[in-house]
């Protein structure tokens, strides 16, 4: 192979800046989702800060597989649910610790009743199944009694006015939303509408494109973790390979 030869192939192989940032992340994504937490007593708060968790560097290591193959404006969905996972931990982190236990509750309860709720809507709607739902009885949650709270865990929005530190992260959700769902946003951002009337082609806009911003909120999401755990009542030693992880993985 000549020389020049080589020096091309090298650069078509070369990682662009954006492609190094993706592969940090992916990286770290990785490392985190390979950490044995087995040791970890299994109870409301830890299933919930350690499954949020995990969803949320799953969930990092596709926007950033989607961003370094120049996918990023098709990741909002992708964007909302890890934004809405760290916003979740860090609204979770404002609350005192004695209320943490009951407010996760709260989402199984909600979760309860959705699941029902919609298996009742579609016998409405005609459709009879013999789905059975008893298993969902066996999962004992207390009914969160404190009303804004159980609003809370209900809608992002009240949680974030509950809660002024959230919002960089939910402005960034509320933002990722306008592009997950059929909404007008989206259709406009794909089919605008050309100066001659036309039905023209764009992409829609993506936030902080570089992945700079969302890989700080990947140290955010595993420093959060490990604070939560830590408050409920792990020591810093069960802790410290999340943080280690989190922070060194790059």
């Known amino acids: 192979m000549s020389g020049r030869r080589a020096k091309a192939e090298r650069r078509a192989t070369r990682l662009t800046p954006l492609q190094e940032q993706a592969a940090r992340?992916?990286?770290?994504?990785?490392?985190?989702?390979?950490?044995?937490?087995?040791?970890?007593?299994?109870?409301?708060?830890?299933?919930?800060?350690?499954?949020?968790?995990?969803?949320?560097?799953?969930?990092?290591?596709?926007?950033?597989?989607?961003?370094?193959?120049?996918?990023?404006?098709?990741?909002?969905?992708n964007r909302r649910a890890f934004v809405e996972i760290a916003f979740r931990l860090l609204w979770l982190r404002t609350l005192d610790a004695e209320q943490r236990g009951p407010v996760l509750e709260g989402f199984i309860v909600r979760e309860k009743n959705l699941t029902t709720g919609f298996y009742d809507t579609l016998k409405e709607?005609?459709?009879?199944?013999?789905?059975?739902?008893?298993?969902?009885?066996?999962?004992?949650?207390?009914?969160?009694?404190?009303?804004?709270?159980?609003?809370?865990?209900?809608?992002?929005?009240?949680?974030a006015k509950a809660a002024p530190i959230t919002l960089g992260l939910f402005s960034a959700w509320?933002?990722?939303?306008?592009?997950?769902?059929?909404?007008?946003?989206?259709?406009?951002?794909?089919a605008p509408k050309t100066e001659d009337d036309r039905v023209g082609r764009d992409e829609p806009p993506t936030q902080h494109g570089d992945l700079k911003t969302h890989h700080m909120v990947t140290f955010l999401v595993g420093t959060l973790v490990a604070e939560l755990l830590k408050e409920a009542g792990l020591p810093q030693k069960a802790v410290q390979p999340i943080l280690f992880t989190a922070w060194n993985a790059v």
Do not use: C
């Open 25 to 77: 992340i992916i990286a770290t994504a990785d490392r985190m989702l390979a950490l044995d937490l087995s040791y970890i007593p299994a109870a409301y708060d830890s299933q919930f800060i350690i499954g949020w968790m995990r969803a949320a560097y799953e969930q990092s290591k596709v926007i950033a597989t989607l961003t370094a193959q120049g996918l990023a404006h098709a990741a909002a969905p």
């Open 125 to 159: 709607m005609g459709y009879e199944h013999d789905i059975d739902l008893s298993a969902m009885d066996d999962v004992v949650a207390n009914i969160l009694e404190d009303k804004e709270l159980r609003q809370q865990v209900k809608a992002v929005t009240d949680a």
């Open 174 to 190: 509320r933002e990722e939303t306008q592009y997950t769902h059929a909404t007008g946003h989206l259709a406009v951002a794909y």
